[in-house]
């Protein structure tokens, strides 16, 4: 008997080493093969754009709640949809709209509020006055032949803001009309009717701004975005003092009693393009911005230029839940986990214009990049109009501190940068000599062989391809080397951290589903609405609480390739988010919820109540199928097969039991009756 188990059990292992050796593992491996396998960015390509364009826009334009892309062709005239196909991993051509005119920017949005992603289009037929029209979109990734016709404005592009808290798109700016105006900036008010029979999309009207108005500068980095703290974005402008001299204006939203003046400052000499992130991960929103000594007008190139961090002052996180937020004189000196979203007066920035401070910090780009002879690239000349190239902000390591890419310049090579941002130590880049400092960068070189191949590089900007929870690179080139006009990079970093992604929505079709005329119902995903804002609070696995803070959609300008969702890594954690914060542009008493236990990993929709109403707050939440979805569930099969094996054979042991024992009770009876 024992003979023959050996047998058994050398027959099926030789069984079992022969159909390993005559078949492919992947004939009888259940998964699919990883589709990128190297522990690095990986070059992806074009992706299916192969028409010579450049992207302009990002947006979901069919509502399938994947990123979709916009293109522009060399002619300035023919943009293009590109839809994101799941299944085959690529960008396909859905359709096109030839604008008559040259197109200078493109702002994707659902402007008449029926839960569709329409795309304003603006264009310059003088050089004085920028002219706008809609095309409203069919949430097919096509749009409707006849645009609709809007003011025009100056060539400060205006930007899209909820001036009265319904939750639908405005703009403001300063139309053509008013560029003398002592007063010059107007809000374009959405008025957009369906039922009307000649509806118009906007109405020109005097915004409250209580304040002394500036003359928008153009190009700008303007942007509506939370600054005081209190879940509610405001509005930053960059104002032309004259002379090649700029400040910036910060307007608080106060609801229903307009927007006030909170603080303008003169900004650096040879200041660029401004971004906008949480970079210490303190829950507040800081500036980045790039400034030179000269910038090139054939190339773009900036000269002794400088990384500039201006950290946002105000009211930080308790150190926990027990710690008292207010003084002995009762004055606030912090903000408890559960009260993120409390405005502080007292907030600002301070540009170190006047002295040093700890809240100004300027890195040198040669330190940046490991490189003397390096500078950097802050203007496209290859668009017409140049357009401003700002330092790109994301969490490409979901450590939950923005990390920095930027294009360096020498003199045969425009080469994109990645930089991680990290805790600072002595010598690296943003820490002083003594390894002080907020944070410090240090460049991505290993398993960054892809990006340092390209070296026509004109743009670079973070995306999230196919949804997966790691934000990828998408490089904009003049075609110089011969492979195109746009590459995307992969990230394909393995990190031991979690992620969220979330998007609030606009109200649209009362948060339910939309219909059309002929009986179809579509879900109103695909929105791409500014000035939603979020705060939350999560451990790490020492148990140590800290905040952060991520706006939606900021900025729309000059080709900003901002996503319609926000992004923002949560580091190791090994517990749900303590509180999600999330924050509208309604002017009713509450413009915010608080979630808790929010799993990490996942992707949260909200939609808040529609319009100027109250009412309850709708969320959704999607969680991610990972990669360990295959491995538990294997595991869980083959376990309860295990277990299945051991129930059976006991189960027929105890039979076996029973049997033998009822023949030996029957067999002591019939002796008995013996």
Same mark, same amino acid.
């Given at each position: 008997?024992? @003979?023959?188990?050996?047998? +058994?059990?050398?027959?099926?292992?030789?069984?079992?080493?022969?159909?390993?050796?005559?078949?492919?593992?992947?004939?009888?491996?259940?998964?699919?093969?990883?589709?990128?396998?190297?522990?690095?960015?990986?070059?992806?390509?074009?992706?299916?754009?192969?028409?010579?364009?450049?992207?302009?826009?990002?947006?979901?334009?069919?509502?399938?709640?994947? /990123?979709?892309?916009?293109?522009?062709?060399?002619?300035?005239?023919?943009?293009?949809?590109?839809?994101?196909?799941?299944?085959?991993?690529?960008?396909?051509?859905?359709?096109?709209?030839?604008?008559?005119?040259?197109?200078?920017?493109?702002?994707?949005?659902?402007?008449?509020?029926?839960?569709?992603?329409?795309?304003?289009?603006?264009?310059?037929?003088?050089?004085?006055?920028?002219?706008?029209?809609?095309? =409203?979109?069919?949430?097919?990734?096509?749009?409707?032949?006849?645009?609709?016709?809007?003011?025009?404005?100056?060539?400060?592009?205006?930007?899209?803001?909820?001036? +009265?808290?319904?939750?639908?798109?405005?703009?403001?700016?300063?139309?053509?009309?008013?560029?003398?105006?002592?007063?010059?900036? @107007?809000?374009?008010?959405?008025?957009?009717?369906?039922?009307?029979?000649?509806?118009?999309?906007?109405?020109?009207?005097?915004?409250?701004?209580?304040?002394?108005?500036?003359?928008?500068?153009?190009?700008?980095?303007?942007?509506?975005?939370?600054?005081?703290?209190?879940?509610?974005?405001?509005?930053?402008?960059?104002?032309?003092?004259?002379?090649?001299?700029?400040?910036?204006?910060?307007?608080?939203?106060? =609801?229903?009693?307009?927007?006030?003046?909170?603080?303008?400052?003169?900004?650096?000499?040879?200041?660029?393009?401004?971004?906008?992130?949480?970079?210490?991960?303190?829950?507040?929103?800081?500036?980045?911005?790039?400034?030179?000594?000269?910038?090139?007008?054939?190339?773009?190139?900036?000269?002794?230029?400088?990384?500039?961090?201006?950290?946002?002052?105000?009211?930080?996180?308790?150190?926990?839940?027990?710690?008292?937020?207010?003084? =002995?004189?009762?004055?606030?000196?912090?903000?408890?986990?559960?009260?993120?979203?409390?405005?502080?007066?007292?907030?600002?920035?301070?540009?170190?214009?006047?002295?040093?401070?700890?809240?100004?910090?300027?890195?040198?780009?040669?330190? /940046?990049?490991?490189?003397?002879?390096?500078?950097?690239?802050?203007?496209?000349?290859?668009?017409?109009?140049?357009?401003?190239?700002?330092?790109?902000?994301?969490?490409?390591?979901?450590?939950?501190?923005?990390?920095? /890419?930027?294009?360096?310049?020498?003199?045969?090579?425009?080469?994109?940068?990645?930089?991680?941002?990290?805790?600072?130590?002595?010598?690296?880049?943003?820490?002083?000599?003594?390894?002080?400092?907020?944070?410090?960068?240090?460049?991505?070189?290993?398993?960054?062989?892809?990006?340092?191949?390209?070296?026509?590089? @004109?743009?670079?900007?973070?995306?999230?391809?196919?949804?997966?929870?790691?934000?990828?690179?998408?490089?904009?080139?003049?075609?110089?080397?011969?492979?195109?006009?746009?590459?995307?990079?992969?990230?394909?970093?393995?990190?031991?951290?979690?992620?969220?992604?979330?998007?609030?929505?606009?109200?649209?079709?009362?948060?339910?589903?939309?219909?059309?005329?002929?009986?179809?119902?579509?879900?109103?995903?695909?929105?791409?609405?500014?000035?939603?804002?979020?705060?939350?609070?999560?451990?790490?696995?020492?148990?140590?609480?800290?905040?952060?803070?991520?706006?939606?959609?900021?900025?729309?300008?000059?080709?900003?390739?901002?996503?319609?969702?926000?992004?923002?890594?949560?580091?190791?954690?090994?517990?749900?988010?303590?509180?999600?914060?999330?924050?509208?542009? =309604?002017?009713?008493?509450?413009?915010?919820?608080?979630?808790?236990?929010?799993?990490?990993?996942?992707?949260?929709?909200?939609?808040?109540?529609?319009?100027?109403?109250?009412?309850?707050?709708?969320?959704?939440?999607?969680?991610?199928?990972?990669?360990?979805?295959?491995?538990?569930?294997?595991?869980?099969?083959?376990?309860?097969?295990?277990?299945?094996?051991?129930?059976?054979?006991?189960?027929?042991?105890?039979?076996?039991?029973?049997?033998?024992?009822?023949?030996?009770?029957?067999?002591?009876?019939?002796?008995?009756?013996?």
């Amino acid at each position: 008997m024992h @003979r023959r188990q050996g047998v +058994n059990s050398y027959s099926c292992s030789a069984l079992l080493s022969t159909l390993l050796l005559i078949s492919p593992v992947s004939s009888i491996w259940p998964f699919p093969p990883k589709r990128f396998t190297k522990n690095s960015l990986m070059q992806a390509g074009s992706m299916g754009l192969d028409d010579g364009g450049r992207i302009v826009a990002f947006g979901d334009f069919n509502g399938d709640q994947f /990123l979709d892309l916009l293109s522009l062709d060399s002619d300035q005239q023919v943009l293009s949809v590109y839809l994101w196909n799941h299944d085959e991993f690529t960008f396909e051509k859905s359709s096109q709209i030839r604008h008559p005119a040259p197109i200078y920017n493109v702002i994707p949005g659902d402007f008449t509020h029926d839960g569709k992603l329409d795309v304003l289009v603006m264009s310059a037929n003088s050089a004085s006055r920028l002219d706008m029209v809609l095309y =409203k979109g069919n949430h097919d990734g096509s749009f409707e032949s006849a645009s609709i016709p809007v003011q025009s404005s100056t060539l400060s592009q205006p930007i899209p803001v909820d001036i +009265n808290g319904d939750m639908k798109i405005d703009l403001l700016g300063t139309p053509s009309s008013q560029q003398s105006s002592s007063n010059p900036l @107007r809000a374009w008010k959405n008025t957009w009717n369906s039922s009307q029979s000649q509806p118009t999309l906007f109405e020109i009207v005097d915004p409250q701004l209580n304040g002394v108005q500036c003359t928008l500068a153009s190009p700008h980095s303007n942007a509506v975005i939370d600054l005081n703290g209190d879940c509610l974005a405001d509005i930053f402008l960059v104002c032309d003092e004259g002379s090649g001299r700029r400040s910036f204006q910060i307007w608080v939203n106060n =609801k229903d009693s307009g927007f006030s003046l909170a603080q303008h400052e003169p900004l650096p000499s040879g200041v660029q393009a401004i971004s906008f992130a949480d970079i210490d991960r303190d829950g507040t929103i800081d500036m980045v911005f790039p400034t030179c000594s000269s910038v090139s007008a054939t190339t773009g190139v900036g000269s002794g230029c400088l990384i500039n961090i201006a950290y946002n002052q105000q009211l930080s996180l308790c150190n926990s839940a027990t710690t008292s937020s207010v003084d =002995k004189e009762g004055n606030r000196v912090c903000r408890p986990p559960e009260e993120l979203c409390t405005a502080d007066p007292n907030f600002k920035y301070d540009l170190g214009l006047s002295g040093n401070n700890d809240a100004f910090v300027q890195i040198p780009i040669s330190s /940046l990049v490991q490189s003397s002879s390096s500078s950097l690239l802050v203007q496209d000349t290859t668009f017409s109009p140049a357009l401003p190239l700002p330092i790109r902000l994301g969490d490409a390591n979901l450590d939950g501190f923005p990390d920095l /890419l930027l294009i360096a310049a020498n003199a045969d090579a425009h080469t994109p940068k990645l930089l991680f941002s990290e805790p600072c130590t002595k010598g690296l880049a943003g820490c002083d000599e003594n390894g002080q400092g907020r944070r410090g960068f240090r460049l991505v070189t290993k398993g960054a062989e892809s990006m340092e191949a390209v070296h026509d590089a @004109r743009g670079a900007a973070f995306l999230d391809m196919d949804e997966d929870g790691t934000l990828d690179v998408v490089v904009q080139r003049t075609g110089g080397q011969g492979q195109g006009t746009v590459t995307f990079i992969q990230n394909n970093f393995y990190y031991d951290a979690f992620f969220l992604k979330a998007i609030v929505l606009n109200g649209a079709c009362n948060n339910g589903w939309c219909t059309t005329p002929n009986g179809s119902s579509y879900l109103p995903f695909g929105v791409s609405y500014s000035g939603a804002s979020y705060k939350y609070t999560v451990l790490d696995t020492s148990g140590r609480r800290s905040a952060a803070q991520v706006g939606q959609l900021p900025q729309t300008s000059y080709h900003s390739l901002l996503t319609p969702y926000s992004f923002f890594g949560l580091g190791r954690t090994n517990n749900y988010i303590e509180n999600l914060f999330v924050g509208s542009t =309604k002017h009713t008493q509450e413009h915010f919820i608080n979630m808790e236990g929010v799993i990490p990993n996942s992707r949260v929709v909200i939609h808040p109540p529609p319009g100027l109403s109250d009412g309850s707050w709708k969320r959704e939440l999607f969680l991610r199928p990972g990669e360990w979805i295959p491995w538990v569930t294997l595991t869980v099969v083959v376990a309860t097969t295990i277990l299945a094996g051991i129930v059976f054979v006991l189960h027929l042991n105890e039979k076996r039991e029973d049997e033998l024992e009822r023949r030996r009770a029957s067999h002591h009876i019939n002796f008995d009756a013996l």
